[in-house]
């Protein structure tokens, strides 16, 4: 096997020091165990979390241990009643590495969609998709003609964020970084505006862009931009408090809007949400995603890397806004 294995606790940006690529035997199936051979790894910005040892939704990543992650996969061996070698599965604990052994208890079996791509499995149709759907339906509860920012709006989430947004009738305002992330929300995904928060300042566009307010804010990026968005939100505002990627790379407490008060006089309504929490309630969301995508009004990007070995840099550009969409890496060939 072919596992990157999690060194040291990363100070910063996670680095080679950090992790170690090692060839490993792979051991025996137990019963109720299938052998996972992944063909894709998906990389989140709570891999940087699950690396540090800050308090979080699940343990850490122990040192010493495999790097945890979502994947895809097809069976190679299976010693369960309910995968069959050759079937496609989401295996019940991924990670950074060729092969995978895991639980039937917790795996999932995908029937591909024609036309579908596989790292879709790991981006609209899988976690991504659920986080979006979830946290802006269960917790922003958008009503016709209402504003919502939505920040990281070019990235993996966001994107479908600010597009089911739309679905609901909302007024969508991404908040991304450079012109052709803006570009793609306005032109091709139907936001009604973005702002380049690289080139222009996030509180002075909104106040020119919706000067009496915003009604709901899906915050994927915590710090300046959040502060920004929070402090516009206006009587009964909501905010889903999904990320803060600007905190990931450093440690202790994530800093919070200045203005707390905001919330009592405007009667707001905040609530942080973890996507596991919601699995029970996938189905419905699939079939609703799903035919979002079927009808043309779901658009989603995935951004590919080849190989395993290219993980721990690649993990970068999500910090760095380098990647284009849902980030993954090809692990072996379909
Ligand atoms: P993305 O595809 O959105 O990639 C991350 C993006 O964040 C980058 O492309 C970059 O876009 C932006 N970004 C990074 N650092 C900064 C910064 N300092 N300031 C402003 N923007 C920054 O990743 P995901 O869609 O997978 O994740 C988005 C957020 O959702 C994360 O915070 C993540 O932790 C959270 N999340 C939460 C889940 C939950 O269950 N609560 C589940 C899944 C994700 P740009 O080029 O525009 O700067």
Known sequence: NRQWILKRRPQGAPGAADLELRETPIGPLADGEILVRNLYLSLDPTNR??????????PPVGVGDVMRGGTIGVVEASRSDRFRVGDLVLPST????????????????????????????????GATGLTAYFGLLDICKPREGEVLAVS????????IVGQIGRIKGAQVVGIAGGPEKCGWLTETLGFDSAIDYRNE???VALDRLYPTGID????????PIMDAVFSRLRKDGRMALCGMISAYNED????????????????????GFIVIDYLRQAPGAFADLSSWIAEGRLAW???????????????????TGGNDGKLVVRVSPE
């Open 49 to 58: 979390l699950w690396m540090s040892d800050r308090a979080q939704y699940l």
């Open 201 to 203: 300042d996030v509180g």
């Open 252 to 271: 202790g407490p994530m800093p919070g809007p200045r203005d707390f008060g905001r919330i009592l006089m405007q009667r707001l309504t905040v609530r």
């Open 152 to 159: 990281a709006a070019a990235g993996a989430v966001g994107s």
């Open 301 to 319: 990007k995935d951004h590919v890397v080849d190989g395993l070995e290219e993980a721990v840099a690649a993990l970068d550009l999500l910090f």
């Open 94 to 125: 991924g990670g950074w590495e060729l092969y995978s052994i895991a639980n039937e208890r917790g795996s999932r079996r995908i029937a591909p969609q024609a036309g579908v791509p596989l790292t879709a499995y790991l981006s609209v149709l």
């Open 216 to 223: 709901m804010n899906f915050e994927n990026v915590g710090g």
